[in-house]
């Protein structure tokens, strides 16, 4: 059954002090835009989604902080991310019925919030995670402003999504599992969070892809999916059309 957009799926408050928040980055990256410089700037691009977030490949900070949401926004949400990030595909792959719980881990500025709101109708909730308190503010107000009633936003740490047990139903991660440190316990995480049925979607960046950060803070599909099954989930790489990307969806 689902839960009202309003109740927090989060198992425990984290305040804008936090050290998630003062953490070198997201475990989460806003969907690979939370950027960085150079070859990283796209990367946080999600809105986090975008093309880098905080951890290489090895779990190394990148060095990058992405505190100034108004700024990293004129990136994460440039016209030009459509082509090559297709939401409107990603969330057709995440088969996201009326009344889903859904979290974006790695939010940034929300980039994706507005299409999981729509999949997810009135009696369904969707919560963007961040470890940059500021990006956190900026998507409140986002969804403030384009009236989207069933979204939320909360402070994470880089370590630990936070959900409370059995919480959710879909889970999306958009160019940041590269930055997470210990992708295994991170999954288990996930996996706790997650009802029965409910998957995560991780969408990242091909070895080939003209955007995201550069080549060896990358990883290959086949990896991701040995971390999601060591976690305790069935995972797949499935078929989409992406330019840059591919996706992997772990099961419970």
Do not use: C
């Amino acid at each position: 059954a689902a839960k009202s957009p309003n109740e927090k799926v989060v198992g425990a408050d984290k305040s804008d002090n936090s050290d998630a928040s003062k953490s070198d980055k997201h475990a989460d990256g806003e969907h690979g835009e939370h950027a960085g410089k150079g070859e990283h700037a796209e990367e946080h691009a999600h809105g986090g989604h975008g093309e880098e977030h905080a951890h290489g490949a090895g779990g190394e900070p990148l060095g990058h902080r992405f505190e100034d949401a108004d700024k990293w926004a004129k990136r994460f949400d440039k016209k030009g991310r459509k082509s090559w990030q297709m939401p409107k595909e990603v969330i057709a792959r995440m088969k996201i019925t009326k009344g889903m719980r859904v979290a974006d881990i790695g939010a940034g500025t929300g980039y994706f919030l507005p299409h999981l709101s729509a999949a997810v109708g009135e009696k369904g909730s969707v919560v963007g995670l961040d470890i940059e308190k500021d990006m956190v503010r900026y998507m409140r107000e986002r969804a403030k402003k384009e009236k989207l009633g069933n979204v939320t936003a909360e402070i994470s740490a880089t370590d630990d999504p936070g959900l409370a047990p059995s919480s959710l139903d879909r889970v999306l991660i958009v160019n940041t599992w590269h930055h997470i440190a210990d992708r295994v316990g991170y999954a288990k995480k996930l996996a706790k969070g997650l009802a029965e049925g409910g998957t995560v979607t991780i969408v990242d960046f091909t070895m080939e892809a003209k955007h995201g950060p550069k080549k060896s803070h990358r990883l290959l599909p086949d990896s991701i999916v040995k971390e999601l099954k060591a976690a305790g989930l069935s995972a797949e790489i499935i078929t989409e059309k992406l330019p840059d990307q591919y996706i992997v969806v772990g099961s419970k």
